[in-house]
């Protein structure tokens, strides 16, 4: 079977979880086998949570970081992933929500789809074109290359058409500050040689997708690097989840320091808000990161 097919039958299919929860609901009148009933119950209304509500509630983290030399608030999203779970409506509401926070720019660090099948990227990222803060991003492994068809040009031109500067091997000035953009590690386009020379006489913070990047980097080239790619584990059942996270320098969300050949990096990993895999979240909602950057 088609693993798109697969995804598909899995997303629809999961609310027949609900007519189960009522049968459930109904048969603990009965006196026999209440215990196993109830267990049951119990496990069907996390799968609800974790399948209907949670990836739906977005959430607001703010976090200060001081020490990076820069002095700005910007919001970071990540791993939007459009497709096969998510749509332009949802993408809406983040976007509205976005527009109601204080801050200086929008940093997206990748991972924009998830298997769009035939849809009309330009139509399906249309809200983005409604924020009303400048917009810079980098793409991701799933926008990319691995898994699923190459959609780099497409999604490109579709980001342009909305306004947001894709900015991978650049980098541009933001209050007293530079913002260089990395691309994807796993698509080999992570590259970071533009940054070596000469010193820049401003801090650099670096936006990517995957943190794993970091390791490449030294506090020279980076005095912050800003990324994604993780999902936090996305269903963060505690222990288990760390052995899903895809990074081999021990990424997890939120602030990190990593040890590089080159020094010590500083990174922030936003947890996303969209997801792969499952349609599901745990313990772990859709987040939009505000981030006070402070010298």
């Known amino acids: 079977m088609d693993k798109l097919l697969i995804k598909q039958v899995l997303f629809y299919g999961s609310w027949l979880v609900w007519p189960f929860i009522a049968w459930l609901t109904w048969r603990l009148r009965e006196r026999g086998g209440r215990g196993l009933v109830a267990l049951m119950l119990a496990v069907c209304l996390l799968f609800a949570w974790a399948r209907f509500v949670e990836p739906q509630r977005i959430h607001v983290q703010e976090t200060v970081l001081a020490g990076t030399g820069a002095g700005a608030r910007l919001v970071l999203i990540s791993d939007i992933h459009l497709g096969v779970y998510k749509d332009s409506d949802y993408l809406l509401r983040l976007v509205e929500r976005i527009n109601t926070l204080q801050a200086d720019a929008v940093v997206i660090a990748g991972d924009f789809t998830y298997e769009p099948g035939g849809r009309s990227l330009q139509g399906m990222f249309a809200p983005l074109a409604k924020l009303r803060l400048p917009v810079y991003a980098v793409l991701g492994n799933h926008d990319q290359q691995s898994p699923g068809p190459d959609i780099d040009a497409e999604l490109r031109a579709a980001l342009a058409a909305h306004r947001v500067r894709v900015i991978e091997g650049q980098t541009v000035m933001l209050r007293g500050f530079r913002l260089a953009g990395l691309g994807d590690r796993w698509a080999l386009k992570d590259d970071a040689g533009f940054l070596s020379a ?98």
């Open 198 to 295: 000469p010193p820049a006489p401003s801090p650099t913070v670096v936006l990517a997708h995957n943190p794993d990047s970091a390791f490449d980097l030294g506090p020279g080239q980076a005095a912050l690097v800003l990324a994604g790619h993780t999902h936090g584990g996305q269903i963060r059942i505690p222990w288990l989840y760390k052995h899903v996270i895809p990074s081999q320098h021990g990424f997890d969300r939120g602030e990190q320091f990593l040890t590089t050949p080159r020094g010590r990096v500083r990174v922030y990993t936003t947890v996303g808000t969209g997801e792969i895999g499952l349609p599901m979240r745990l313990f772990n909602p859709p987040t939009i990161d505000v981030l006070d950057l402070r010298p």
